[in-house]
T-cell receptor, first 115, second 111 residues
Framework: DAGVTQSPTHLIKTRGQQVTLRCSPKSGHDTVSWYQQALGQGPQFIFQYYEEEERQRGNFPDRFSGHQFPNYSSELNVNALLLGDSALYLC??????????????FGPGTRLTVL | DAKTTQPPSMDCAEGRAANLPCNHSTISGNEYVYWYRQIHSQGPQYIIHGLKNNETNEMASLIITEDRKSSTLILPHATLRDTAVYYCIVRASYNTDKLIFGTGTRLQVFP
């Protein structure tokens, strides 16, 4: 059983460009969350998707947007990239919707570098 | 903001027990204590969670004080592969699935 997969593993962009990161959840999971982890910090919650809709959002600007597809996979889009967007972007999936205590399974992350 | 406080770093000899403390003095009655760890350059990995009773699984034990204001994660026989950053997180069961990470404890296991 494949766990959470993310692509690409590494990405280099320049300021002002746009980027799309992809995530496939663990089999049987229908909820996908995205986190940003700057160097030396803990992951910060960006947003969560359930039933193809954004259900919750952290303190991130509108430049960060996402999408969830009918097969539960998800994309994270970041527009007008800034140097400060350089980070490890983590995707996590969980098996049920709001209010569960089931653990989240994380992917290996995408390392984004903005030059 | 994270609702937990952890020491920034700890060392442990291989084969010995690693005891990682966490303070969560403002924890609410419906909030669970979760532990995750993150090995260098990988995604966080779930370890264990509990509400008020002590819990044990194949990875670790979780001891929660009676007043629930603090807890300890115990790795009974630490190995070099347990070197990682360990995060203690409190989360309500009813509210949300999101995890609020602090800066965690960097555990270094040495030979």
């Amino acid at each position: 059983d494949a766990g959470v997969t993310q692509s690409p593993t590494h990405l280099i962009k320049t300021r002002g460009q746009q980027v799309t990161l992809r995530c496939s959840p663990k089999s049987g999971h229908d909820t996908v969350s995205w986190y940003q982890q700057a160097l030396g910090q803990g992951p910060q919650f960006i947003f969560q998707y359930y039933e193809e809709e954004e259900r919750q959002r952290g303190n991130f600007p509108d430049r960060f947007s996402g999408h969830q597809f009918p097969n539960y996979s998800s994309e994270l889009n970041v527009n007008a990239l800034l140097l400060g967007d350089s980070a490890l972007y983590l995707c996590a999936s969980s098996p049920q919707g709001l209010g569960t205590i089931n653990e989240q399974f994380f992917g290996p992350g995408t390392r984004l570098t903005v030059l | 903001d994270a609702k937990t406080t952890q020491p920034p770093s700890m060392d442990c000899a291989e084969g010995r027990a690693a005891n990682l403390p966490c303070n969560h003095s403002t924890i609410s009655g419906n909030e669970y204590v979760y532990w995750y760890r993150q090995i260098h350059s990988q995604g966080p990995q779930y370890i264990i969670h509990g509400l008020k009773n002590n819990e044990t699984n194949e990875m670790a034990s979780l001891i929660i004080t009676e007043d629930r204001k603090s807890s300890t994660l115990i790795l009974p026989h630490a190995t070099l592969r347990d070197t990682a950053v360990y995060y203690c997180i409190v989360r309500a069961s009813y509210n949300t699935d999101k995890l609020i990470f602090g800066t965690g404890t960097r555990l270094q296991v040495f030979p």
